[in-house]
C-alpha cells in the first residue's frame, strides 16, 4: 500500500532517519528472475512516487527487489523508479546472476548495489566489474571484520561505495558499524 508506505516512511524520518528502504515488488520465491507484471511495475513506481512525496528531500529511497526478477522485468522498473531518484536499486536480479545485474546497472542511472549474499573478495570483485556501485556486505557472512575490512578497501578502487547490511544480530552491528566508521567510502549503515 503505496499510501501506507509514505505515511510510515515520514514517521522514521521524523524519528531521524535519513533513508527509508522498501520492496513492493512482492510476493517473493525462493528463486529469483521472474517477470513482473504490468500490475506489480505500477504498484512499486505508486509506492515509490508517494514515499518520495511525502519525504522530499530530506531522506534518501533505497530500493530493495531480493533479487526477484529477470534482466528485461529489472531494466523495465529501474526505468518507472528513475524520476524519484532512489539512493539505490538493491539486487535487481539474483546475486549469482552477476551478467545479469551488470546490463541492468548499464541500462539505468540509479547505483545497483548488492553484497548481503555474497561472502568471498571474489564474489565482490565480480560485482564491482560488472557495475555494481554500492556494496553491502553482511560482516557476519562476508568473513568479519577483516575480511569486510579488504572488502571495502577494492570497493575504493572502483570509487564504489559501502553500505553493509546488518542481520545477525547486536554484535556483528557493532562490528559493521566500526568497520563503516574506518572507511573513507562508507555510505549508510543499513539495519532493520
Not at 512482492?26 to 513482473?36: A, D, H, K, T, V
Not at 552491528?173 to 573513507?184: E, G, L, N, Q, T
Amino acid at each position: 500500500d503505496g499510501d501506507a508506505a509514505a505515511e510510515r516512511a515520514l514517521e522514521y524520518v521524523v524519528q531521524g532517519f535519513t533513508a527509508v528502504k522498501q520492496d513492493p515488488t512482492g510476493p517473493y520465491s525462493f528463486q529469483g528472475g521472474r517477470e513482473l507484471s504490468l500490475e506489480e511495475l505500477s504498484r512499486s513506481e505508486y509506492c515509490v512516487k508517494r514515499i518520495r512525496e511525502a519525504v522530499g528531500d530530506r531522506a534518501d529511497i533505497l530500493f530493495g527487489t531480493h533479487g526477484q526478477m529477470t534482466t528485461s522485468s529489472a531494466i523495465r522498473l529501474a526505468r518507472r523508479l528513475e524520476p524519484y531518484d532512489p539512493l539505490w536499486f538493491e539486487e535487481p536480479c539474483p546475486p549469482d546472476q552477476i551478467e545479469a545485474i551488470a546490463r541492468v546497472a548499464s541500462a539505468t542511472s540509479i547505483p545497483v548495489a548488492t553484497g548481503e549474499r555474497l561472502t568471498t573478495r571474489v564474489e565482490f570483485h565480480q560485482a564491482l566489474k560488472a557495475g555494481v556501485s554500492i556494496l553491502q556486505p553482511d560482516i557476519g557472512r562476508s568473513g568479519g571484520i577483516w575480511e569486510t575490512k579488504k572488502i571495502a578497501c577494492m570497493a575504493e578502487l572502483f570509487n564504489a561505495q559501502l553500505a553493509p547490511h546488518i542481520y545477525c544480530g547486536p554484535i556483528a552491528h557493532a562490528a559493521a558499524a566500526h568497520v563503516a566508521f574506518s572507511c573513507p567510502n562508507f555510505l549508510i549503515l543499513e539495519t532493520i
